[in-house]
């Protein structure tokens, strides 16, 4: 069936590193923009980054800019973000979501979660 399938989440102290990987099963990623969101308990959701489809472009948030970085691999029908120097603050369950659209529209409209989501706590 169609879906989307987060993973590579984990606990990992203050500091650390964690890869997110999101692989689109049931349809080609090749012409969609791919954007990462995340979602804490009690707390909005919060776009965090965004690759285009046509010239991998970049977008990151402030809160996640220097630190997150967003990538793709078309021949693995997948995405990656890699998160470095991790705060507890970054704890949530993260998302990825897919369209046809530019980021721009991808990161400030209500798009649904496909996948179950993947968990990332940051903690000492």
């Known amino acids: 069936q169609v879906r989307l399938v987060e993973s590579g989440g984990g606990v990992v102290q203050p500091g650390g590193s964690l890869r997110l990987s999101c692989t689109a099963h049931?349809?080609?990623?090749?012409?969609?923009?791919i954007g990462w969101f995340r979602q804490a308990p009690g707390k909005e959701r919060e776009g965090l980054s965004c690759?285009?489809?046509?010239?991998?472009?970049?977008y990151y948030a402030d809160s996640v800019k220097g630190r997150f970085t967003i990538s793709r691999d078309n021949a693995k029908n997948t995405a990656y973000l890699q998160m470095n120097q991790l705060k507890p603050e970054d704890t949530a369950v993260y998302y990825c979501?897919?369209?046809?659209?530019?980021?721009?529209?991808?990161?400030?409209?209500?798009?649904?979660?496909w996948g179950q989501g993947t968990q990332v706590t940051v903690s000492s």
């Open positions: 979501v897919t369209d046809l659209v530019k980021c721009s529209v991808l990161l400030t409209n209500d798009y649904p979660f």
């Open positions: 049931g349809f080609n990623l090749d012409y969609y923009a």
């Open positions: 690759i285009s489809s046509r010239d991998g472009s970049t």
